[in-house]
């Protein structure tokens, strides 16, 4: 449980700080000039489709949590409950584990796409964070899968790239950077 406390913990302070600084710069919010064009309204649906890369990314975090893989998941998930024998949860999972490089590259790819089209705003703090969180997990990711790496490096890309805080801060930023551009 101390593992639990620790990630609501964090959640609550990355949450509190973007909602300073949301707060902070709310009133006087750099104006978006470009509204309805179509170059814009492409950025918009590869931006939906970055996030919903992201949701099965992460979703497959969270159906680890609860098939009961990895250490905090044994103390989120009683011993006496063995979820990971149920026939859909370890289908589930198989499919997200096969896939999970494949969906990160896609939603790396279109994330940029959807910057790209849409501007990155430098102006607001959130916007360089997110990029700069989402190539941080890309690289390491890389890392990870490239038959080149040394080992001494994938282990180290291993602790760094599974960091769950990482896809925490991202959708925090992402969500108070997008309501400040939303009208």
Known sequence: MKKLKQLLLFTACVFLTSLGYFLYIFPNRPEDSEHETFLREMGEVFGTFGVWALVIIYGRTLVKLAIG?????????????????????????????????????????????????VGLHADILFFPAVLALVLWQGVFGFFLTWRFSPQELKKAAYVVHAQFLTGIMIGIFSLFGHLLLDD
């Open 69 to 117: 893989q990895g250490g905090l998941a044994q103390r989120l998930v009683p011993d006496e409950v063995d979820v990971s024998a149920i026939f859909p949860f370890k289908t589930l999972l198989n499919v997200l584990n096969r896939t999970h490089v494949f969906v990160g590259v896609a939603a790396i790819a279109v994330i940029l796409l959807h910057i790209a089209m």
